[in-house]
């Protein structure tokens, strides 16, 4: 089992960065394939970004690519998501998921496929 702690969430303008950090603890993070979602209020919790267990490969939704990158660094644990270039409807709370997984090149983009998931951070865009 993997707990998961999110942070980095915040406020910011239209136009500005904030990088999002997901601290796992408990077994091997490396035997983990990863995820970030994001919810805003009154909508139903959608898809940003995925990396598999090595980073080697890495999927993103339509709408903040180009502008978010997802990355991990296994020695630490953690995994982030840099976001940049925000808009006012990047506004949400963003969770990470986490499933076991060491397949090379599998990048799963369902929420069902994740069994571990952490409180989530909010992250609040304006104009």
């Known amino acids: 089992q993997v707990q998961l702690v999110e942070s980095g969430g915040g406020l910011v303008q239209a136009g500005g960065s904030l990088r999002l950090s997901c601290q796992a603890s408990?077994?091997?993070?490396?035997?983990?394939?990863m995820a970030w979602f994001r919810q805003a209020p009154g909508k139903e919790r959608e898809f940003v970004a995925a990396i598999t267990w090595s980073g080697s490969s890495t999927s993103s939704a339509d709408s903040v690519k180009g502008r978010f990158t997802i990355s991990r660094d296994n020695a630490k644990n953690t995994m982030y998501l840099q976001m940049d270039n925000l808009k006012p409807e990047d506004t949400a709370v963003y969770s990470c998921?986490?499933?076991?997984?060491?397949?090379?090149?599998?990048?799963?983009?369902?929420?069902?496929?994740?069994?571990?998931w952490g409180q989530g951070t909010q992250v609040t865009v304006s104009t």
């Open positions: 408990g077994r091997a993070f490396d035997n983990y394939a």
């Open positions: 998921a986490a499933r076991l997984s060491r397949l090379p090149s599998v990048v799963y983009r369902d929420q069902q496929d994740y069994d571990y």
